[in-house]
Every structure is written in structure tokens, then in C-alpha cells.
């Protein structure tokens, strides 16, 4: 009997677990791969992600994935009920599934794998079932909490926080719930408070609100889409 599907689609790809070529990335159960639907975004994302430095600020990954590598998918290590969730995805994008996949190899190669990315939290709450799990599930989030203010900080803003992008797995032993996904993100005009600080003690006419807006909008503006609506903020609207 085919298994149960465990994957997740969004904007611009779907997420699974455990599919990555062994000999391409990080083995173990703690591994999810995002198929995605164009080279592009997924060099994007991998440019986006490594370019924010998120070791640097993370030294003990105790927020974010701090690894995101290319990898390439077998279509016969993904699951029948799966493999039916992605090529509905694709049809309503007018995608076919011969388009994602080499039909001579059976291999999608426009793919990344999150090192130690667990289950997300849409599938870890599923699994919830005493008053005590929950009580640690708000430890957990409190975690998330924590790792969107060192983001902020920093100047970088996620810009599709969602339970999809929340997972919770294993590093070192310790479970700890942390963030993937920074294919949307954005980094400020200034990346530190101080720096802010000093722009305005300095009375420079420089309107750091009105620069991180009009920089903002250039990245929306080149991307078809961004977040996810339903998550969204209002303030995002009116960009």
C-alpha cells in the first residue's frame, strides 16, 4: 500500500521529505528536499540564502537552516500519492510533469536539501496528542519568536513566515524548532540598529523608511510572487 503523502507546495515549489539522492547531500532522517518548479527560483533561492551569511549570525544553528545545497531527486524514491500532489500543483500552473523531470534519467535536478530539517510544524502539531506535547510546542515557538527578532536586528525579514517554513528537528540531540525557507527574504538598507541609530543622530536627510520602502518594492516588483497570501501581511498590499 502506497505510503501516506508528506510533501508541501507553495509559490514556487514543493517540499518533501527524505528524496534527495543520498550522494548529494546530508543523510538522515532529519532531511527535507524542495523540489522546485524552474531552475531559476531555485538558484535564486540558493543565491538569497547563502548570500544572507545566516552561520554568521546563528553561530549554534539554534534558529535557522543554516545549510541549503543544490541536489537532484529520483522520481522513483517519491511516493505514488506524492508524486499525484505535485502534478496537480503543476497543471493549475500550466506545468506539465515531463517539464520538471529528465525523462531520460527520471531525475529533477532543480532541487535544494535543508540539513537537519525534521518535520514541519503543520505535521508536528498532527502528532500532538497530550497536554504535555503542547506545553513543549510553545517552547518551541518561543524559539521562532526569538530567531525572528535576531533576523530583524540584522535587517533581514523573512517575508513568508508560515507553519510550512517553521520545522522541528534534531541538531546535536536537542530538538529545537527553527526557520527555512529565506527564498523571499530581504535584506535592509542597514543591517544593524547602531547603524540606524547613527543615520538619525547624525540629522542627515536621509529617510531610512522611504529607502527600505522604495528597495522593497524593486523586489517585489521582480518577482511574480512573494509570501504567501494567506499569510501576508496588510502592509504588504500597499508596497
Do not use: W
Not at 113 to 124: C, E, F, H, M
Request: include cysteine.
Amino acid at each position: 500500500m502506497d505510503q501516506e503523502p508528506d510533501i508541501f507546495c507553495g509559490a514556487h515549489g514543493c517540499a518533501l521529505k527524505y528524496c534527495c539522492l543520498k550522494d548529494e547531500c546530508t543523510t538522515g532522517i532529519n532531511k527535507i528536499t524542495k523540489i522546485f518548479f524552474n531552475k531559476n527560483e531555485r538558484d535564486e533561492e540558493l543565491t538569497i540564502y547563502n548570500g544572507l551569511k545566516l552561520n554568521s549570525i546563528d553561530k549554534n544553528l539554534q534558529f535557522f537552516i543554516g545549510d541549503a545545497v543544490s541536489c537532484y531527486v529520483d522520481i522513483k524514491d517519491i511516493t505514488k500519492p506524492n508524486l499525484e500532489i505535485i502534478e496537480n500543483k503543476l497543471n493549475k500552473l500550466n506545468i506539465t510533469i515531463d517539464a520538471l523531470f529528465d525523462n531520460e534519467t527520471n531525475k529533477v535536478f532543480n532541487g535544494i536539501s535543508y540539513t537537519d530539517g525534521g518535520v514541519n510544524l503543520i505535521k508536528y502539531i498532527q502528532t500532538l496528542t497530550s497536554i504535555a506535547k503542547h506545553i513543549e510546542l510553545l517552547n518551541y515557538l518561543k524559539n521562532v519568536f526569538d530567531g525572528v527578532q535576531i533576523l530583524h536586528s540584522n535587517g533581514i525579514y523573512h517575508l513568508d513566515l508560515k507553519p510550512d517554513n517553521i520545522v522541528i528537528g534534531k541538531i546535536n540531540n536537542i530538538t529545537t524548532c527553527r526557520l527555512i525557507d529565506f527564498g523571499d527574504s530581504f535584506q535592509s538598507e542597514y543591517t544593524k540598529q547602531s547603524e540606524i541609530t547613527n543615520k538619525i543622530s547624525k540629522n542627515k536627510t536621509h529617510n531610512l523608511l522611504q529607502t527600505n520602502r522604495t528597495k522593497l518594492s524593486k523586489r517585489l516588483t521582480n518577482k511574480d510572487k512573494i509570501g504567501t497570501l494567506q499569510y501576508m501581511s496588510q502592509e504588504m498590499f500597499i508596497l
